[in-house]
Nanobody, 123 residues
Framework: QLQIVESGGGLVQPGGSLRLSCTAS????????IGWFRQAPGKEREGVSC????????SYVDSVKGRFTISRDNAKSTVYLQMNSLKPEDTAVYYC????????????????WGQGTQVTVHS
């Protein structure tokens, strides 16, 4: 089981930017497609973005297209989510997740989750 760790969350004003990072402890993420999910208070968790194990394929939920960019640096075994033009509705806990043996998107049944990182967009 992967020990996934997210970082990079924080408080930012509307229109600002944050970059989230996702790494794994004791194992490499390089063999897995990785998805970013988020859960806002009182709402169901939703998939935000996904990247294949090679980085050749990415996908985004419509609400973040053109504002968020997912990428990965397999030399560092790290997946990033660059979030620009942030809006108050982006406020949520953001999670990184993988699915055992899945190298392509989407993540269908995530088997490994991080603890989440809080993103708050507020003026």
């Amino acid at each position: 089981q992967l020990q996934i760790v997210e970082s990079g969350g924080g408080l930012v004003q509307p229109g600002g930017s944050l970059r989230l990072s996702c790494t794994a402890s004791g194992f490499t993420l390089n063999y897995y497609a990785i998805g970013w999910f988020r859960q806002a208070p009182g709402k169901e968790r939703e998939g935000v973005s996904c990247i294949s194990s090679t980085g050749g394929t990415t996908s985004y939920v419509d609400s973040v297209k053109g504002r968020f960019t997912i990428s990965r640096d397999n030399a560092k075994s790290t997946v990033y989510l660059q979030m620009n033009s942030l809006k108050p509705e982006d406020t949520a806990v953001y999670y990184c997740a993988a699915e055992s043996r899945r190298v392509s998107c989407p993540i269908r049944v995530a088997t490994d989750w991080g603890q989440g990182t809080q993103v708050t967009v507020h003026s």
